[in-house]
């Protein structure tokens, strides 16, 4: 039996005691490669961020690797990109490639040049990261969580400012990574009709826990069907489309 990598039990947090995800429970194993998504304003990153204890949670508690958030210090084990990176203004002291080595455990020229090729900036990698564009700086963050290989990877809304070249890419990458290496992987997306290609499991929450299972049980589901309208179902779903190695 796998190790739970992520377990919520109970999880309830409030905005200025209004309620912004309620009584949340579920298990991330390890090895699994986990899509969470839902509407705007359904609570998906306020999810991750007591996840990662950025906010505490009201009620139920989380534990990571084992062991009570609380208690938990081995953060090196996990890479996590938040929703939006903060602006860089144009006198950001530091170049791509130096702000890709921060993820690094220890340099390796080898591992860097691949990273910088794979996501597609290896041409900018003497420049400024504060003098490029929104898109060129979530691809050089991006490259920094997945550089060190960690254990487990958290992204929320990766691909929100990426081509479609690039998120390919991305998605290509986060399959290799889970499939060849074992990494757990837990991704917020709105890209609801693509994830089901990459992600092991859904995790689709309303504030609520709506559904959490297997793309395979989602699809199958007469409650989801209900609820999405078959149309919408299948298109989450891609069970019907799905290949052994979609990269």
């Not at 039996?1 to 109970?10: A, F, L, P």
């Not at 702000?99 to 040049?113: D, S």
């Not at 290896?122 to 969580?145: F, V």
């Not at 990426?162 to 990574?177: G, K, N, V």
Request: hydrophobic share 35%; net charge negative; aromatic share 8%.
């Amino acid at each position: 039996m796998s190790e739970d990598i992520i377990n919520v039990d109970h999880l309830t947090f409030c905005y200025n005691g209004l309620e912004v995800i309620s009584d949340i429970s579920f298990a991330v194993k390890e090895g699994d490669y986990v899509g969470i998504a839902g509407p705007n304003g359904s609570g998906k990153s306020t999810l991750i961020k007591n996840i990662l204890g950025i906010l505490r949670p009201q009620k139920g508690c989380v534990n990571i690797f084992g062991r009570p958030l609380t208690s938990f210090h081995q953060w090196s084990r996990i890479g996590y990109l938040p929703q939006r990176i903060s602006a860089l203004n144009n006198h950001f002291p530091s170049t791509v490639e130096e702000i890709v080595q921060l993820g690094m455990k220890k340099r390796n020229p080898v591992t860097l040049k691949r990273t910088l090729d794979l996501m597609g900036i290896a041409h900018l990698s003497t420049r400024l990261i504060g003098e490029l564009s929104y898109g060129e700086q979530q691809r050089i963050m991006l490259a920094r969580a997945l550089i060190s290989q960690p254990d487990l990877l958290i992204f929320d809304e990766p691909t929100t400012a990426l081509d479609p070249e690039t998120r390919d890419i991305f998605y290509s990458l986060t399959h290799e990574m889970n499939h060849q290496k074992g990494t757990t992987i837990v991704l917020v997306t709105h890209d609801t009709g693509i994830i089901g290609q990459y992600a092991r499991h859904l995790l689709y929450l309303d504030k609520k826990l709506i559904f959490f299972g297997t793309f395979e049980n989602f699809c199958a589901s007469p409650d989801m069907a209900g609820f999405f309208g078959s149309t919408s179902q299948h298109v989450i779903c891609h069970q019907h489309e799905k290949t052994e190695n979609p990269i």
